[in-house]
């Protein structure tokens, strides 16, 4: 079964540097996400990409987050200056077109120190 | 706005036995999907079950069914003959139709199976 694959796993950084957390949807979705889990919290959404552009994005996704579809396989999102808040699980989501079911990937846990 | 309210934090269940999670949203949509996650201590986000809301027929998936009651606004889901692996976090979520629909999750409720 096709899968959406997120690297690395774990992540640890220091406050105030840069991260990009990698994601690889199923090759045939033309819509991708990004939702964040703080530990014991809910899953909340960050942003929605389609067609090469941001469709939506929520208010926790500020400047200091991008993202961006390099390559035609790759999704990636970048923390430019990251805070300890940042700490949190990172999900990547795609979903075909025409279809209501997402599949998510397996997770980046970021740690900022 | 949409919001999705897992009143239950915690549930425990004896192996085998049967346990339902309650979920309720708020929506003035008429056109949307519900849906049930589940979250093993692993954190993976694994789709368990899923409702469209112009479908009146419950959806069941093996030993996973739910209860969809729409004039209620009333989402639970049922696990019937508990395992072991059943244990986790489980997240229920809403996503209004169209094109660009994104995910609404509650709070979530942690399993436990008590052996």
């Known amino acids: 079964e096709p899968e959406v694959t997120q690297t690395p796993s774990h992540q640890v950084t220091q406050m105030g540097q840069e991260v990009i957390l990698r994601c690889v949807p199923i090759?045939?979705?033309?819509?991708f996400y990004w939702y964040r889990q703080i530990l014991g919290q809910k899953v909340e959404f960050l942003v929605s990409f389609y067609n090469n552009e941001i469709s939506e994005k929520s208010e926790i996704f500020d400047d200091q987050f991008s993202v961006e579809r390099p390559d035609g396989s790759n999704f990636t999102l970048k923390i430019r200056s990251t805070k300890l808040e940042d700490s949190a699980m990172y999900f990547c989501?795609?979903?075909?077109?025409?279809?209501?079911?997402?599949?998510f990937g397996s997770g980046t846990r970021l740690t900022v120190v | 706005a949409q919001t999705v309210t897992q009143s239950q934090p915690e549930m425990s269940v004896q192996e085998a036995e049967t346990v339902t999670l309650s979920c309720t949203y708020d929506t003035s949509e008429s056109d949307y999907y519900l849906f049930w996650y589940k979250q093993p201590p692993s954190r993976q986000m694994i789709l368990v079950i899923r409702q469209e809301a112009y479908k009146q027929q419950n959806a069941t998936e093996n030993r996973f069914s739910v209860n969809f009651q729409k004039a209620a606004k009333s989402f639970s889901l049922k696990i019937s003959d508990s395992q072991l692996g059943d244990a986790a976090m489980y997240f229920c979520?809403?996503?209004?139709?169209?094109?660009?629909?994104?995910?609404?999750f509650g709070k979530g409720t942690k399993l436990s199976v008590k052996p």
């Open positions: 090759s045939n979705h033309l819509y």
């Open positions: 979520a809403f996503r209004y139709g169209g094109s660009q629909g994104n995910l609404i």
């Open positions: 989501a795609s979903r075909a077109d025409g279809n209501y079911g997402y599949t």
